[in-house]
Structure formats: structure tokens, C-alpha cells
């Protein structure tokens, strides 16, 4: 039989590193907590994750997901785009992974996504180029896939973005007069009154 050798007991000063060293923990409270008990700050990241996980569930963030202006899908058809246009630029939009690195999937990967043709791919992209909302340049090595390219679709997105803007606040001062001139309700008129 193997021979226990006791533990040692660690002293205070690694007690306090350990426990500083703890993740930040729930209370019952579901507060999010530091090691020393504080309430932790909550990011823009964290609160927004949150949000997606109460959307989607815990699995199906796991696996990525895109940000896509909310002006794209509400401008679409000013923007000129079909749907398979539409469903094109959000799969080259989903391989956009960081700004300074422009996406660059074939046209088989783009067309294996939509469950279309490569041929129709094609034909979309021709469509955004002569929309200007894409530009194309080809990507060096043996493949020679596209690099994909958004400037277009970004200054058309942010001149209905502008309207958009614009529109909200102008709505916002009308709303901001009717409240003004609305009149109380007679009832509160003779309680006023007395």
C-alpha cells in the first residue's frame, strides 16, 4: 500500500493569490461578482453576448455569428439588390472576419451555402459589381479566388443611414410638439380645477 503524503497548508499571503487568481463568481443575486466581492464591471461585449445567448441559446453562438447593419435588410430594395444579390453579400460578409482582412471564398464555397450554382454566383456578383456596392480583385497564389472589397456598399448604406437618422430626429421633435400641445383630459381638468 502506497505510503499518503499529507498536504500542505498554504499560508495567507497564497490563500490571497489563489483567491485573486478565481474567475469572477456568481451570487445568488446572479450579480456578477470580482474576487473581492465587488460588483464586476459589465462590457458592451458581455451585455451583447448575453443577449445573443437569450436569442439563440448557448450551442448556436458557439458556432459564430455576423453582424449585419440593420439598414442592409431595411434598405435592400433601394440598394437594388435581388434576394440570391442579398444572399451572396451576406455569405461574403459572414468570411469578412476582421476589417484589414478582406474576404476571399470561391465561388463553389459561395454557392454550396445558398444550395445554388456556381454560374448564379457568378451572375450576382456581376450584379453587385455593376451596382458599385462590391469591387473584386484577384487574390494572388495557385487558387486565384476573388478579394472581395466593401467600400461601395458602405458609402450607400451610410447615405441611407444619414435619411435614417435624420428622419428620427425630425420625428423625434414632432413627437416632442404633439406632447406639448396636447391638452389634459377633462377629468383631470376639474381635479386641477379644485
Not at 19 to 26: E, G, I, M, S, T
Not at 29 to 44: E, F, H, N
Not at 82 to 88: A, G, I, Q
Not at 111 to 126: E, F, H, M
Amino acid at each position: 500500500m502506497a505510503k499518503k503524503i499529507p498536504a500542505r497548508k498554504a499560508s495567507s499571503k497564497e490563500s490571497k493569490r489563489a483567491a485573486l487568481a478565481q474567475p469572477a463568481r456568481k451570487k445568488a443575486t446572479g450579480a456578477i461578482r470580482s474576487a473581492k466581492g465587488k460588483p464586476a464591471p459589465v462590457s458592451a461585449a458581455d451585455k451583447h453576448g448575453s443577449q445573443i445567448e437569450a436569442k439563440w441559446g448557448k450551442i448556436i453562438p458557439q458556432l459564430g455569428y455576423t453582424i449585419v447593419p440593420n439598414v442592409l435588410i431595411d434598405k435592400q430594395h433601394a440598394l437594388g439588390l435581388r434576394p440570391t444579390e442579398l444572399n451572396v453579400l451576406l455569405v461574403l460578409l459572414r468570411r469578412w472576419y476582421e476589417p484589414h482582412k478582406l474576404p476571399y471564398p470561391s465561388k463553389g464555397t459561395i454557392a454550396d451555402s445558398l444550395g445554388v450554382t456556381p454560374r448564379t454566383v457568378q451572375r450576382a456578383i456581376s450584379s453587385l459589381k455593376e451596382l458599385k456596392l462590391i469591387e473584386t480583385s484577384k487574390r494572388p497564389g495557385p487558387l486565384g479566388t476573388n478579394l472581395y472589397t466593401f467600400r461601395g456598399l458602405r458609402k450607400r448604406i451610410e447615405e441611407h443611414a444619414h435619411d435614417k437618422i435624420a428622419q428620427r430626429k425630425q420625428h423625434g421633435k414632432e413627437r416632442q410638439e404633439q406632447l406639448k400641445r396636447k391638452r389634459p383630459r377633462s377629468g383631470q381638468q376639474n381635479r386641477d380645477a379644485s
